[in-house]
């Protein structure tokens, strides 16, 4: 296991297309979040899930926003109707469960909205 | 006022130097810090976390948490151009329960210079 990984890494899409992401953290770890960065900012917490269960939501995750984590291994993070202010690095990080000092961050996806 | 707040530089250090690189928080039921360095186009890795008052040393880093005045802070000792990168401090999101949901600070660019 290489550590976290995102796909795709770099994603353009037109304003008004839905577009998603894939994450798949280290194996064993039952903890996954996803955080967004936009440049000259620090990442933005939007979502996590404890195995399977999306524990919680960030106010930040519109309704055009969508993660899931089915069997507790891989999640998918979708985007509805893409709008321009969209455009950031999307960050996956996995944990164990408690052991966040030991979380590892995937490379990301940099979405850009045209 | 935001949770956690990096309002200094970019910082340019001669190689050699200490870097000294602050944040202020303002939830003082806050317990634990991060601080996660990240390279240009790269995901964050974490380099130091702190739970008590004081300081904690890590070979060239030191990180200090004065929770009576709510600030952060993390010293490169003997800096090296490699250090060059953007600094995000991290708190605990205020009302979080767990770690992995953070708040991050919008970062401090270090430049080391030969």
């Known amino acids: 296991d290489t550590g976290v990984s995102q796909d795709p890494r770099h994603k353009i899409t037109k304003r008004g297309q839905n577009v998603t992401f894939r994450c798949d953290p280290i194996?064993?770890?039952?903890?996954l979040y996803w955080y967004r960065q936009t440049l000259g900012q620090g990442p933005e917490f939007l979502t996590y899930?404890?195995?399977?269960?999306?524990?919680?939501k960030s106010r930040l995750l519109s309704d055009r926003f969508s993660a899931e984590r089915p069997k507790g291994s891989f999640s998918t993070l979708e985007i509805q109707r893409t709008e321009q202010g969209d455009s950031a690095m999307y960050l996956c990080?996995?944990?164990?469960?408690?052991?966040?000092?030991?979380?590892?961050f995937g490379q990301g996806t940099r979405l850009t909205v045209v | 006022q935001k949770e956690v707040e990096q309002n200094s530089g970019p910082l340019s250090v001669p190689e050699g130097a200490i870097a000294s690189l602050n944040c202020t928080y303002s939830?003082?039921?806050?317990?634990?810090f991060f601080w996660y360095r990240q390279y240009s186009g790269k995901s964050p890795e974490l380099i130091m976390f702190?739970?008590?008052?004081g300081d904690k040393e890590d070979g060239r880093f030191t990180a200090q948490l004065n929770k009576a005045s709510q600030y952060v802070s993390l010293l490169i000792r003997d800096s090296q151009p490699s250090d060059s990168a953007t600094y995000l401090c991290?708190?605990?999101?205020?009302?979080?329960?767990?770690?992995?949901?953070?708040?991050f600070g919008q970062g401090t660019i270090l430049t080391v210079h030969p």
């Open positions: 990080a996995s944990s164990l469960l408690g052991r966040f000092t030991e979380a590892f």
């Open positions: 194996s064993e770890h039952n903890r």
């Open positions: 899930f404890q195995n399977e269960a999306q524990l919680e």
């Open positions: 939830d003082r039921g806050s317990q634990s």
């Open positions: 702190i739970y008590s008052n």
């Open positions: 991290a708190g605990p999101n205020a009302g979080g329960t767990s770690y992995g949901k953070l708040t």
